[in-house]
């Protein structure tokens, strides 16, 4: 069985970006607009001789409770169920907000193996920026740039390394 990753964070951070880099596609809706892309959306991901699949999702606002969000969450928490493991991606340039919050607190409440990818970190990584994402609790942050296709193969080598 292939691992599945899910890709899960605010709108806007880079997850239809990190979900096109995995996946080598240009499937996933990338946009200017917070929380385009609103469904899940599988792709097929592969690291040298390993596959896995990657589950792309939209944004995620666990604490509202009104239309398209609401939808949007539960989205989310069922690609979050259907995973092996969670990338939480996270944006250097905005910074850690209570939104983050709320998703870490939510992703601790569920048995899931969670990594944390501080993306557009380009240029960034040695960054003091870096260290206020330690306080989300979710272990060491992986300094990533889905754009420019850094920091992946590090964060991808210790997503797959239980499988
Ligand atoms: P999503 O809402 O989380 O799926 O975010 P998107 O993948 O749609 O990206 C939102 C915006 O961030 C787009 O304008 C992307 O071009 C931009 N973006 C994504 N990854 C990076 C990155 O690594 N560096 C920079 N500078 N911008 C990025
Ligand atoms: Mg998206």
Sequence with gaps: ??????LVGRPNVGKSTLFN?????????????AGL????????GRLGDREFIVIDTGGFEPDSSTG???????????AVAEADAVIFVVDIRLGLSAHDSDI????????KRVHLAVNKAEGMSES?????????GMGDPHPISSAHGQGIRSLLDAVLEPF
Excluded: C, W
């Design 128 to 136: 003091p920026l870096m260290n206020e994402f330690h306080e989300l």
């Design 37 to 44: 892309t609103r469904d899940r959306h599988y792709g097929d």
């Design 21 to 33: 880099r995995l996946t080598k596609s240009r499937d996933a809706i990338v946009a200017d607009f």
């Design 68 to 78: 398209i969000v609401k939808e949007m969450a539960k989205q989310t928490k069922q």
């Design 104 to 111: 870490a607190r939510y992703l601790r409440s569920v048995n």
């Design 1 to 6: 069985m292939k691992p599945v990753i899910a």
